[in-house]
T-cell receptor, first 117, second 118 residues
């Protein structure tokens, strides 16, 4: 399967614990995005990487959220000291830039559903 | 900042019939893309159709077509000959046609749950 892969698919954690999610993009895609989707809402942009550089992180919800893409391939999203309000689906997407203004469509993974109890 | 509004939280349609999902958006930009994404239950979001704002011709992909009204900032999706597999949440989304280095993230509406009835 050459699509976007996310792991784990489901995570249940106790409030206050740290969690980390992984995303493996489509191999030739240089852009990687993280979104959060709460029940009944559309995905909300969090951050993105071009290769290994995190070029936009102002939309991360708080300083408890951080993301990395150390070698420009897979990415991790970490949430420290989880709160019940962090319960949501966390989606990863990837795309490939083609020239100055062109971009392929974004391909999404199946998401990681986080439940904080 | 741009916003995307989907005013129909739920819709249903009989199999083989046609249904139209509505979307409006607000932006001060002139160069952008609009998309419809489909999210089936417990499955990943997939692109249904894409429209470049600079193109006047409405995009079409098999049974899916759009009615893009740029002046009205309206972007509706028409599904013809509805099939049971079309049952899903449908999201309208906006993205700037921006220069390299810009985020180019998608801004989504809140979605419309479409149910195709047998």
């Amino acid at each position: 399967d050459t699509g976007v892969s996310q792991d784990p698919r489901h995570k249940i954690t106790k409030r206050g614990q740290n969690v980390t999610f992984r995303c493996d993009p489509i191999s030739e895609h240089n852009r990687l995005y993280w979104y959060r989707q709460t029940l009944g809402q559309g995905p909300e942009f969090l951050t993105y990487f071009q290769n290994e550089a995190q070029l936009e992180k102002s939309r991360l919800l708080s300083d408890r959220f951080s993301a990395e893409r150390p070698k420009g391939s897979f990415s991790t999203l970490e949430i420290q000291r989880t709160e019940q309000g962090d319960s949501a689906m966390y989606l990863c997407a990837s795309s490939q830039t083609k020239g100055l203004l062109q971009n392929t469509e974004a391909f999404f993974g199946q998401g990681t559903r986080l439940t904080v109890v | 900042a741009q916003t995307v509004t989907q005013s129909q939280p739920e819709m249903s349609v009989q199999e083989a019939e046609t249904v139209t999902l509505s979307c409006t958006y607000d932006t001060s930009e002139s160069n952008y893309y609009l998309f419809w994404y489909k999210q089936p239950p417990s499955r990943q979001m997939i692109l249904v159709i894409r429209q470049e704002a600079y193109k006047q011709q409405n995009a079409t992909e098999n049974r899916f077509s759009v009615n893009f009204q740029k002046a009205a900032k309206s972007f509706s999706l028409k599904i013809s000959d509805s099939q049971l597999g079309d049952t899903a949440m449908y999201f309208c989304a906006f993205r700037f046609r921006a220069l390299s280095g810009s985020a180019r993230q998608l801004t989504f509406g809140s979605g419309t749950q479409l149910t195709v009835l047998p």
